[in-house]
């Protein structure tokens, strides 16, 4: 048996007729990833047994993963720590007008939707599998609208709740393994804090942040962290890219364990929160370069240069 076929052996589409066809079929895209399904069915009869699959009201994106999202975490109960990784990508469909229930993507000329799935990989760097995806597109003039003070069920940004709510759940079913949430700038909202103090059991999470939050002291995030010991340095390489040269970079690492004061939500009392800020700061850098950095947030404790080094790895995988 294949790997992919010992992947997909678990599928239930309701019917073992359809059982048997999206095994054969997820086994031909498989086998020719990169090509369209036309090109890796390789006739026209295998392509039209394709699209009816997908097609057919039993057959949701969610039941075609389900076997893998299952092999994936088996894989992670083999692992002491697996980081759980979160973040959106576009699927810009803005050539094909004939696609029905597309949405703006960044401006209304480009059609889509977005995907955002949860990918497990080891602080080896070793892929365990996806074990999470959430699509959605955007209402059509929804683009430009003002936020406000809304509920987070009303705004985009729930996706992260949501994702990191399913890294509780896979936490829940396996005892023996850390599970880490670590996503990007887009994660820094205030209901992840609260939601990992109120989950048992909770994943841990590794978030990187993006605003300068006030403190119960009265303090601002980066002035605490600006006030704090270095705990270490550590220095890298950084490749060349089209906005900058390669360079050796040095960075500073410092953390501060703080208390954030709630922000205010509609209708909504939140409790104020305590984290652990880690700021990775290049402090000299040269002449007319952006200093590299990153700003990451985490429930756990950072006390040694070992703890803080070991954060920033996480998050760099």
Known sequence: MSALA??????????????RRAKKVLSRLGDKPTVSIPAACGG???????????????????????????????????????LCIQDTTELDYSSKGDIEGLGPLNYEARQGLYLHPTLAV???????????????TREPGSLGQPKGNRPIEEKESLRWLEGYRRVCERQADLPDTQCIYVADRESDIYE?????SAQSPAADYLLRGQHDRKLSDGRFLR?????????DLVEFDLPKNPQHPARKIT??????????KA?????????DMEVTALLAQEENPPNGAAPIEWLLLTNLPIDTAE??????AWYLC
């Open 251 to 260: 960075q500073t690492l410092r953390a501060a364990r703080v208390i954030l």
């Open 6 to 19: 010992a992947e997909l052996e678990g599928i239930e589409l309701g019917d073992a007729r359809l059982n």
């Open 223 to 231: 002035q605490a962290l600006d006030q704090a010991p270095v705990l």
């Open 263 to 271: 922000p205010s939500r509609m209708g909504i009392k939140l409790p």
């Open 122 to 136: 080891t602080p080896e760097r070793l892929c365990l599998g996806v074990i999470d995806t959430w699509t959605w």
């Open 307 to 312: 703890q803080a080094t070991e954060k920033l």
């Open 44 to 82: 026209w009869d295998e392509t039209r047994a394709a699209y009816r699959l997908f097609d057919h009201d039993k057959v949701t994106a969610q039941q075609v993963l389900e076997p893998h999202y299952q092999a994936s975490q088996r894989r992670m109960a083999d692992h002491r720590q697996v």
């Open 192 to 196: 992840i804090f609260v939601e990992q």
